[in-house]
């Protein structure tokens, strides 16, 4: 399976790189450092390790594409981190063509623990939330295949517009397929039982995301439902599915 697994190309990792600086420096003209050792970024841009991502960001995004913009006297590596850069004008370009760019899948994977007590949060609030903001759900334990079922998660993940992660149970599979998404550039929604949350049950790593907490009760269901479809909606835009309902 890891054999088949894409691997991004020089291009792809800088749009990566790009777009997570925009993310987190998103004013234009803001100065910003650039740990080049740090794991998140490397995690997201996929380089192997912080020599690529240094050259990454001064060879490719300032030197090559002007995409970013790095005063010459910060251009040498110190602590593995970059100095006063920003992103240039060609870059906010860049950003604009990467955010227009049409895609055709219309699949919403939902991810999550596989516990019969959570059939009817799955059956009542996650699969009904993606289906009215116009997106195809799929949930793995739902879907008909012949494939190893590792192998069918990484086809259905690839093939889908985004994710929502339920991380109630901290299962180490929703760890995986979020992580894995966001590795293939992905949009994902993030939720969980409220009682997990408050018991500090995530881990750190993705703990700081904002989360879509629900209540186990039906009134929780229908405000999960409510809340799931606006975030889609709001972070991926409504679905091609919706028109036709």
Not at 7 to 34: N, V, Y
Not at 57 to 77: I, W
Not at 165 to 172: H, I, N
């Amino acid at each position: 399976m890891l054999l088949n697994m894409h691997i991004p190309t020089l291009t792809e990792k800088g749009d990566r790189l790009l777009q997570f600086m925009a993310q987190t420096h998103s004013t234009p003209g803001a100065l910003f450092s650039l740990q080049c050792d740090d794991l998140s970024t490397l995690a997201r841009t996929r380089a192997w390790d912080s020599n690529e991502l240094y050259y990454i960001a001064l060879d490719y995004l300032v030197d090559g594409s002007q995409y970013l913009a790095a005063s010459p006297a910060h251009r040498s590596l110190s602590n593995n981190a970059l100095h006063n850069l920003k992103i240039a004008p060609r870059g906010w370009a860049r950003l604009a063509e990467l955010r227009q760019k049409p895609t055709t899948s219309n699949v919403g994977f939902i991810a999550m623990w596989f516990r019969p007590t959570l059939d009817v949060v799955r059956d009542h609030a996650l699969i009904p939330a993606v289906a009215e903001a116009g997106y195809e759900p799929k949930v793995i334990n739902l879907h008909e295949h012949a494939n190893r079922i590792d192998d069918e998660i990484i086809a259905l993940i690839r093939q889908s517009k985004f994710i929502v992660a339920d991380f109630t149970g901290s299962r180490g599979g929703v760890y995986f397929e979020a992580g894995f998404a966001l590795g293939l550039g992905l949009p994902v929604i993030w939720t969980c039982k409220r009682s997990t949350l408050e018991k500090g049950k995530l881990h750190f790593d993705v703990s700081h995301f904002n989360f879509i907490p629900w209540d186990a009760d039906a009134s929780g269901c229908d405000a999960l439902r409510m809340k799931l479809q606006n975030r889609i909606e709001a972070v991926v835009g409504p679905g091609p599915l919706k028109a036709l309902k």
